[in-house]
């Protein structure tokens, strides 16, 4: 397992830098604290179709300013160096999906200034926005993290259920990371939304280990790059931890957040934590 996790590491590093994301850290998930004593879990060992995903993605830096890049593009809002990826769940959602469908695309940080005209005029300079006959022509684009992941992903009955129950949960794990005080309302709806996917994970020994059933999916990819903000956010800011009432939540994330689909598409811990302080008003 070690040489395995060291690959991982390895390639994680390579498209880091084809993300544009230069030598950031690469650091386990954090936020599990289950009532089993789980220790965060190790890198994933890359599969033969991941790999040819990670080739696959280039960086659109240059491209972005320039609109040459053919290649299909998402364009992102962009880290406070102006060309990495930025903090933006939505985008990770977008992003994991594509990476479970192996999508081949260009990703594309877009400070304001660079936004492309067609983005402007057609979808208010909305990001994320996938742009499939790339960044000079917005014919076909998509500007919203859900109708992109859908587009990739195909939906189950199951998919469906689970993204109706969980409609929520972004919404209260928001309200309560920007609360500078103690607002016990907040957190008591989070732990409400936490209670509902609690119950949507089941339990025994035939439960799924994913939300999608057997291998992650479109739900997946929407609640766990949510959880993330939760985990890590809302762990710096508020002390947040999983209790023993959401165990099965914690057993979920641990599988989740070392899947190679979220691992390869998350992003900077420390760019998450700059933009959740700005919205808490600079408080800590």
Not at 94 to 111: F, I, K, N, S, Y
Request: proline content about 7%; overall charge neutral.
């Amino acid at each position: 397992m070690r040489s395995a996790a060291s690959l991982l590491l390895a390639t994680a590093i390579l498209v880091g830098g084809a993300l544009g994301l230069g030598m950031q850290s690469i650091k386990a998930p954090r936020g599990v604290r289950g009532p089993r004593g789980m220790e965060p879990p190790t890198p994933p060992p890359p599969n033969p179709r991941m790999m040819v995903f990670a080739k696959a993605v280039t960086s659109a830096h240059e491209a972005t300013a320039t609109g040459a890049c053919l290649d299909p593009a998402l364009l992102c809002k962009p880290a406070r160096d102006g060309v990495s990826v930025g903090d933006c769940p939505f985008t990770h959602y977008a992003r994991m999906a594509m990476a479970l469908a192996g999508h081949a695309h260009a990703v594309a940080p877009t400070r304001p200034e660079n936004k492309p005209r067609w983005l402007v005029d057609a979808h208010k300079g909305s990001l994320p926005c996938y742009a499939p006959q790339g960044l000079g022509n917005g014919h076909g684009a998509i500007a919203e993290s859900a109708a992109i992941a859908r587009r990739f992903l195909e939906p189950t009955s199951r998919d469906d259920a689970v993204l109706a129950a969980t409609a929520g949960l972004f919404g209260a794990i928001a309200g309560y990371v920007k609360d500078a005080g103690d607002d016990a309302a907040k957190r008591a709806r989070v732990d409400a939304e936490l209670a509902t996917l609690e119950g949507l994970l089941g339990g025994g020994d035939d439960a799924a280990p994913f939300l999608s059933g057997a291998a992650p999916g479109l739900a997946d990819s929407a609640v766990a790059t949510k959880l993330f903000v939760l985990l890590v956010a809302g762990g710096h800011y508020k002390g947040f931890k999983l209790d023993a009432r959401f165990a099965g939540v914690a057993v979920y994330w641990a599988a989740i957040s070392s899947h190679e689909a979220f691992y390869a598409t998350r992003y900077d811990e420390a760019e998450m934590l700059f933009g959740w302080g700005q919205a808490r008003a600079g408080a800590h």
